[in-house]
Structure formats: structure tokens, C-alpha cells
């Protein structure tokens, strides 16, 4: 029997920590306010999004949205109705049943709470449930502190893609590759299900 596709809609996902919301022009000015800001932590990335990046890096993601290949959201803190950063659904291949959890950002208050398990949480829970059975999560080599957020979720180490990418500042970076699998999913949700009980 031919397994059921993936489909992933483009819609608000909410729980009790953070809504994400799909990019849109009504949100423009809140997520520009939460990007710009941080400056070297943006020097490491493939691409930026503060100051005078941030309108084409802005155009970029609603052209990728219109193509069916991302849906990016601003993730939106619940506790205080502030967008606080973004992450996006991307690299979706249907064809596959894949994407990529990637072009996360948050402001340097919005670390290390439950921020950004809450949202990881939805959106490998939307990818699941649309069909996919491969979610891939990956960073720059160099950043172990990503790595280890990444870790924590519960996905699986699969190495390091040598100069896979090259940053916006032109350095040829190595990206370490995490994936959570179908068969993985209720390990990791488990596992985000108790971080979240303990901020509730």
C-alpha cells in the first residue's frame, strides 16, 4: 500500500507557552523588532536578518512560502503577547516526506525557557502529523550550544557535512546534522511534553 503523503498546512500553532504565526505582512514590523537586535549572533549564520538585511531576508521567506518549500512563523510569548523570534518549517519535500526545522532566532531574553522547546514541540508535532517521517534540525559546527539545545530535544546525531554552506560573512562552514524520525516522535514528544510540564 502506497504510504499517505505529506502535507503541511499553513496555519497558527498554538499551546500554552507560544503562537506561531505564519508570516505575513501584518507581522512585518513585530518580527523585524524582534530580529534586530544581537549582532554577533548573527556574524555565524548562512544568512542575516538585522538592520538592513532583514527586507530582503523578509521577501526571501514569503517567496519560499509561495513556492510550498517553507512556512515561516513568528513566534509569538504567550505570557506577555510579544514576538519574540522565528523558526521555520523548510527544505519540505513532500516528495520524500521530509523538511527541516531551521531559521530560528530569538531574542536574548526569549533563551533558554520554554520558548523554544514549546515551539520545536509544535512544529515537529505539525510535521508528523502532516506525513513526514524524516525531520531534519542542523547548525553550525562551530556553535556547541545549538548542538546541545539540539541534543536535549531527543534527535539523533547523524555527523558533521563538510563545507556544506557558506555564512553571509563568507566562511566556509561545516554543519553538524541532527534528525528525528517517525519512529523517534513519541520518544522526543515525551521527552518535551515533561520539560514543558516543569515552566507550567
Not at 500554552?16 to 512585518?28: C, I, K, S
Request: charged share 25%.
Amino acid at each position: 500500500m502506497k504510504p499517505a503523503p505529506m502535507n503541511l498546512a499553513v496555519e497558527p500553532l498554538t499551546n500554552r507557552f507560544v503562537r506561531l504565526e505564519p508570516f505575513a505582512d501584518g507581522l512585518m514590523a513585530e518580527v523585524q523588532a524582534a530580529l534586530d537586535c544581537d549582532q554577533a549572533s548573527w556574524d555565524i549564520m548562512v544568512g542575516a536578518a538585522y538592520g538592513e538585511n532583514f527586507a530582503g531576508w523578509w521577501r526571501s521567506a514569503l517567496t519560499a512560502m509561495e513556492n510550498g518549500t517553507r512556512i515561516a512563523y513568528a513566534v509569538r510569548r504567550l505570557s506577555d503577547g510579544v514576538v519574540v523570534g522565528t523558526s521555520s518549517l523548510y527544505e519540505i519535500r513532500p516528495e520524500h516526506r521530509r523538511c527541516e526545522i531551521g531559521s530560528t532566532f530569538y531574542r536574548p531574553e526569549a533563551r533558554g525557557g520554554a520558548v523554544n522547546p514549546a515551539a520545536k514541540r509544535l512544529l515537529l508535532a505539525h510535521a508528523f502529523d502532516g506525513g513526514a517521517i524524516r525531520v531534519e534540525i542542523i547548525t553550525d559546527a562551530i556553535n556547541p550550544g545549538s548542538q546541545a539545545a539540539i541534543r536535549k530535544l531527543g534527535a539523533r546525531d547523524e555527523g558533521i557535512l563538510r563545507k556544506h554552506k557558506i555564512t553571509w560573512k563568507g566562511r566556509i562552514r561545516d554543519t553538524a546534522q541532527f534528525a528525528v524520525l517517525d519512529e523517534d516522535w513519541p520518544m522526543v514528544r515525551d521527552r518535551l511534553d515533561a520539560r514543558l510540564a516543569a515552566f507550567a
